[in-house]
């Protein structure tokens, strides 16, 4: 499976990222072995996740959400909250 996600920083900004293991993948984040934007801003905490069939589906809409401002972020990480 492939994750498109999206943590929020120690400093609360928000970082999104792609993998194949979500777990994995944040705690790499936590132990300052992520992405070199995360690895000041520890811990960061998983605040959305998206589940897609293939790697070129979630690298596009790891894209499209880059895109996003600020706002449009949270809008959807709270939109996400009220879903489940």
């Keep these: 499976?492939?994750?498109?996600y999206i943590v929020k920083c120690?400093?609360?900004t928000l970082y999104t990222g792609y993998t194949t293991e979500l777990k994995r993948r944040i705690k790499e984040h936590n132990n300052g072995q992520g992405a070199k934007y995360?690895?000041?801003r520890t811990p960061v905490e998983l605040v959305y996740y998206e589940k897609k069939e293939s790697?070129?589906?979630?690298?596009?809409?790891?894209?499209?959400?880059?895109?996003?401002n600020r706002k449009e972020k949270i809008e959807l990480i709270e939109n996400k909250k009220r879903e489940n």
């Design 10 to 12: 120690s400093d609360n």
């Design 55 to 68: 790697k070129s589906l979630a690298m596009k809409r790891e894209y499209e959400i880059k895109q996003l």
């Design 1 to 4: 499976m492939n994750f498109v």
């Design 38 to 40: 995360t690895r000041g």
